[in-house]
Structure formats: C-alpha cells, structure tokens
C-alpha cells in the first residue's frame, strides 16, 4: 500500500515537473523574459493569423512600431538594471493602452510592436498611438528622481486583402523613423506614396 502510494506522488511529482518544462520553454520561444511581453516570433505569427480573419470578416489591422526617445540615456545615468525596470514599466503602460485582444510585443532593445485586429474605424489607430504617446510621456517614479522619456510611433493599416508577410512591420518601422526625424514624441502613418503625417505632440 505505501509503495503504491508512493509510486503514485512520485508520478504525480513527475508529471507537473514535465508540465512545468514545457510552459517554460513556450515562454522561451515566445515570449520575451525581461518584460513577459510576446516575442517578435510570436507578434509575427498572431499578425498572421489577424490577416486571415480580418480577410475573412473584412475588419481591419493595424501594426504600430515604436521606440522609445533618449533610453540610451537613461542607462548610462542610472545604470542598465534601472533601464531593464523602465522596460518593464513601459510594457504594463503599453498593455493598459490597448485590449485585451491586442498584442504587445517587445522587438527587443528599447523597441516595441503592437498589433490592433478587428478595427472598424481607420482613425482608431491613430488615436491609439497618440494616447501611448501621451502615456510614456508621464514620469516614471523607478529611481531617486522621476525618468520622464517619451515615445516615437510608426503606423502601418494593413489591406485584408494583402498577403502574409513581414512587409507591414518594416513599413511601421520605416514610419517610425519619418516620426523621429520629424522632431520625436509623435506617431506617422506609413503612405506607400508618400502622405502627410498625423502627429502627436
């Protein structure tokens, strides 16, 4: 009877150990380990599949790229574990920006995606990036003194129609760089043919 008991917690033991190693190496391969944000191999497949659906039920999809203005600084004046605890911030601030069924993703560095599915509006977007804009602006109280940073976004809308691939994440981050060139702490939508930028202060 006690070897038997026995037998049975030593599987019992065994099986939630060999549970605990698979969800550990998923969150390895999909997730990011500093922020608990998904990786860009998991942003990658969800932006395939929200193109599928958005196909499907002709919603639209939008990809935002974003970085984040003067981090460099931040680590050599108060040191990289208080930059790691800033990204860790930045990534709570950014998931109270959007829903649930968005994803946030750390590309990695001081660099973020987010991907909005089933949008109705194609300014919904817009407004989005300009409310993480005006959120990673508030100070961040992780030190001595309050870190103030701010935030530089790239839009991308994406067609249902087009295929899968990875062009809308360059594109977002092409808009990313027209953001930052244009004076930081503002969101550009990315126009194929050039187009205007909508900026936020």
């Given at each position: 009877?006690f070897?038997t ?10 099986l ?8 550990h190496?998923?969150n390895?391969?999909f ?10 191999r998991?942003?990658e497949?969800?932006l ?26 931040v ?11 800033l990204?860790r ?6 998931c ?10 750390r ?7 987010v991907?909005?599915t089933?949008l109705?509006?194609p ?9 993480i804009?005006a959120?990673?602006?508030k100070?961040f109280?992780?030190s001595v003194?309050p ?12 067609d249902p129609?087009e295929p899968?691939?990875?062009?809308p994440?360059a594109?977002?981050?092409r808009?990313?760089?027209e ?10 939508v ?6 205007s ?5």
């Amino acid at each position: 009877m006690f070897l038997t008991a026995l037998m049975l917690m030593l599987n019992a033991i065994l099986l939630a150990w060999l549970s605990w190693r698979a969800q550990h190496f998923k969150n390895l391969a999909f997730y990011d380990p500093l922020t608990g944000l998904a990786n860009r191999r998991l942003f990658e497949d969800r932006l395939e599949q929200a193109l599928k659906h958005a196909r499907r039920h002709r919603t639209g999809v939008a990809v935002l790229f974003l970085d984040l203005d003067h981090f460099k600084r931040v680590n050599d004046v108060h040191g990289h574990p208080t930059g790691d605890r800033l990204l860790r911030a930045v990534a709570q601030r950014l998931c109270e920006c959007v829903r649930e069924t968005d994803t946030v993703a750390r590309r990695g560095g001081d660099e973020f995606t987010v991907l909005l599915t089933d949008l109705t509006d194609p300014d919904a977007a817009g407004r989005i990036a300009q409310r993480i804009v005006a959120t990673l602006q508030k100070p961040f109280s992780i030190s001595v003194q309050p870190i103030r940073i701010g935030a530089s976004v790239g839009i991308r809308l994406c067609d249902p129609d087009e295929p899968a691939g990875p062009q809308p994440i360059a594109d977002a981050d092409r808009a990313l760089y027209e953001a930052k060139r244009q004076g930081r702490g503002r969101y550009h939508v990315f126009a194929p043919f050039g187009g205007s930028a909508l900026a936020a202060a």
